[in-house]
């Protein structure tokens, strides 16, 4: 709201100081005019980037890729977007596992006017503080980049609390939280918090986060699940039997002062069951009942209620599975969870909702298609999450919306990449929006296959791009046209080996197939020089029906094949292509080059005739396999998996070659201490490196991808600390575009590619 309040004085000034005299006509693209002011107003509330007279305004949202063992291998840009390919399924808002969405339409609220919260780990559980934020609990690390160990205050305005910091502690999984007057009561799984011996359960401050030491419970032999409260005690449900040496089955009383078991509550479940969820209800007379579900026998198995001193009420759903959840709305309980009968009612599928009296079913219809893990009802909505897919026949990807009492599915879609699993997930309001927590690094999914391109003003994904069958791991740009090359086989249905060509702007597929055969090829490098599209990989030995083994090129005009034919021998491949004057310098792993059986791995042949020069070496090849390459001021910076360079000695991953006293540098000034992916060079000489390294120079908080300074050898102050190896990085305009198989950087969740200009310290 400050942001827009400044916007709209600013614009009232400017006007003010430049209108002489009003505007003959009302034109919407006239400064001066009032059509103008409300024009510009409109367009930065609602994020419009469309192409207009008004000004624009660049609030871009970070999406990224995700799906089964997400990755990006490649990276390009044209015309404003941004086209990473890879290994993906989808492609989604990089929100972290609590997600501020809208409660109409699941919707992420926008990034410009509600920061993305940065949950990197997993969030159980989610209250709101009474004041527009909410508290959160789970298994996470950091929000926003800062370090919060499993318990975090957001305020309202989407802002990490700075001044609620909880002692720290790793072996801790908060599953359930409550509030009650200054005290926040956290459950979950842990055997201390800080230097204290609370098990299970802690009172912490609402404000600091600091621990009231004066409430301790006990020893719990299993942990909490559930907390709620009715203003003057606490009840708790787990899957604990015993609390400080007292049989207390799934359920307990405490005090909210000391955390003292009330022996004179005395409802219980059966031994050896477990209580997932509480809600302090109501029965049919306007009683105070505590509602409790789970996993337990007896006569009334799986769910029951009781007064508020332990005795059990008369009510018996009997679910004949596991419930999850409940949450009562007027005079229905509603239950989630895995059941399918309830009240010898068949089918009544992962969710119903009851007669608070009789636990008959009165609300059936919501066809459901698999197990939900939470629900709760927010003014006359319905919200659930869990594994399922699809609802009353519509797609709902593990989460969805109704309407009460009708039951009628509404537009609530946040959509989510893969199931929502109890415990985790819960669902709280700020009294406008929702705030949905999970496991999942990312919410409003759309389907992508391997291949997606971002709009660098908004961030979000063009429609209608090609559907890649399997992975792609190389882009290049010539003209209006993008070179992709990969491991797929179909591109929309359509075959395509492995080397693709797309009509730039509109990503179609190019009617040209040049034949790439056999299947299974995978093309890893492409680049061209003025008049041809040189490509290479592993396993290709034919094109257009002519012998090339793995390395080729295509008329960058007419597509055909031309006679550059290096031939890098049968089970020769290249990783890395670098175009220099009249020189290609192949990089990869193969042993025959010009059918010469002594040429290893590195070596430049003749742009025009494929016939190898005498450079870098013609004796000495590095020891294994190159596979990256970017030039600096004269000079070519290799990397791979080599660990020397023949006689000239060790060249640990990373080597320098000056073109022109044509010779590596040594002693070899920049190392790494295992393979190097990918080397990307800024004009300022600046170099990004991506792997699998666990260091650069020796300083290990460079892994798996880190930044040297080119003129002075020194790797530079900048750790992303990525959760897992990088594959590859682009340079545009004084910023890196970089890719891997990670989903965390920089303490902040990622899918699988960030953008940085090498300044971020987190």
């Known amino acids: 709201m400050g942001r827009f309040f400044f916007l709209f004085i600013s614009i009232l000034t400017f006007i003010n100081l430049f209108q002489c005299k009003p505007a003959d006509l009302d034109n919407a693209c006239d400064v001066k005019s009032k059509a103008f002011l409300l024009g510009t107003i409109i367009r930065y509330v609602t994020g419009d980037h469309s192409p207009s007279c008004l000004p624009s305004f660049a609030f871009s949202e970070e999406w990224g890729v995700y799906g089964t063992s997400a990755k990006v291998n490649a990276i390009t840009s044209f015309q404003g977007q941004t086209i990473v390919g890879g290994n993906f399924t989808m492609v989604g808002r990089a929100t972290g596992s609590a997600a501020i969405v809208s409660a109409d339409t699941g919707a992420n609220i926008p990034h410009r006017s509600c920061p993305y919260l940065k949950v990197n780990g997993a969030s159980y559980a989610v209250i709101s503080d009474g004041s527009g934020g909410f508290y959160i609990g789970g298994s996470f690390t950091h929000v926003q980049g800062l370090p919060r ?75 909490v699940l559930a907390i709620v409260t009715d203003g003057s005690s606490l009840f708790i449900g787990g899957n604990f039997q015993i609390i400080a040496g007292s049989t207390r089955n799934g359920v307990a009383k405490l005090s909210p002062n000391t955390g003292a078991v009330d022996t004179g509550f005395i409802g219980q479940v059966q031994a050896g069951g477990n209580v997932n969820d509480l809600h302090l209800g109501t029965d049919a007379s306007g009683n105070p009942v505590l509602y409790a579900v789970g996993f337990f026998s007896g006569v009334k198995p799986n769910a029951k209620s009781f007064y508020l001193n332990g005795v059990e009420t008369s009510w018996a759903p009997s679910p004949n599975s596991t419930v999850t959840s409940v949450y009562q709305y007027e005079n229905i309980v509603y239950l989630g969870g895995e059941f399918t009968t309830v009240k010898s009612i068949t089918p009544a599928n992962y969710l119903v909702g009851v007669d608070n009296n009789t636990g008959n079913v009165i609300q059936n219809s919501f066809e459901i298609n698999s197990n939900v893990s939470s629900l709760t009802v927010i003014k006359n909505k319905l919200y659930v999450l869990g594994q399922f897919t699809g609802a009353k026949g519509q797609t709902r990807n593990y989460a969805a919306g109704y309407d009460l009492p009708d039951q009628n599915l509404n537009e609530w879609n946040p959509s989510f990449d893969n199931p929502i699993s109890y415990p985790i997930g819960e669902i709280a309001s700020d009294n406008t929006n929702l705030l949905v927590v999970s496991e999942r690094p990312t919410i409003n999914t759309k389907l992508r296959n391997n291949f997606a391109a971002f709009d660098e003003a908004t961030g979000y994904p063009a429609e209608n791009t090609p559907y890649f069958d399997y992975s792609i791991k190389a882009f290049h740009i010539k003209d209006n046209h993008l070179f992709v090359g990969g491991s797929f086989e179909k591109i929309n249905g359509i075959s395509r080996i492995a080397f693709a060509i797309l009509d730039l702007p509109s990503y179609q597929l190019n009617s040209t197939n040049i034949g790439v055969s056999p299947a299974g090829t995978d093309i890893r490098t492409i680049t061209s020089n003025e008049n041809q599209i040189f490509f290479s990989g592993y396993g290709m030995t034919t094109v257009g029906g002519q012998t090339r083994n793995a390395l080729a090129a295509i008329d960058s005009n007419s597509f055909g094949l031309t006679s550059w034919n290096p031939n890098l021998g049968i089970g020769g491949s290249a990783s890395t292509l670098l175009v220099l004057k009249d020189l290609v310098f192949v990089g990869g792993i193969f042993s025959s080059l010009n059918g010469d059986n002594t040429v290893a791995n590195y070596r430049a042949v003749d742009a025009n005739t494929g016939v190898m020069r005498s450079i870098p070496s013609s004796a000495n090849y590095p020891s294994n396999g190159v596979n990256g390459q970017t030039y600096f001021d004269s000079k070519i910076y290799l990397g791979g998996i080599f660990t020397s360079i023949g006689s000239f000695g060790t060249f640990d991953h990373i080597a320098v070659y000056d073109t022109q006293t044509q010779s590596y540098i040594t002693p070899n000034n920049i190392y790494a201490d295992a393979m190097v992916s990918s080397l990307t060079a800024s004009e300022e000489g600046k170099i990004v490196v991506t792997g699998s390294f666990n260091g650069i120079n020796g300083k290990t908080t460079s892994k798996y991808i880190g930044a040297f300074d080119a003129k002075t050898n020194t790797v530079l102050d900048w750790n992303p600390n990525p959760s897992d190896v990088g594959n590859v990085s682009y340079y545009k305009n004084g910023k890196w575009f970089i890719g891997g198989d990670f989903i965390n950087a920089f303490n902040k969740p990622y899918g699988a590619f960030f953008i940085s200009d090498l300044n971020e310290k987190k």
């Open 149 to 223: 160990n499993q318990v975090a205050h957001i305020l309202s305005g989407c802002q990490l609390d700075e001044n609620f910091i909880p002692d720290s502690g790793s072996a801790r999984v908060v599953t359930t939280l409550a509030l009650l007057g200054n005290n926040l009561y956290v459950g979950g799984q842990f055997t201390g918090w800080g230097s204290n011996n609370q098990v299970n359960i802690v009172s912490l401050r609402r404000d600091t986060g600091q621990l009231n030491s004066d409430f301790n419970a006990g020893t719990f032999d299993a942990d």
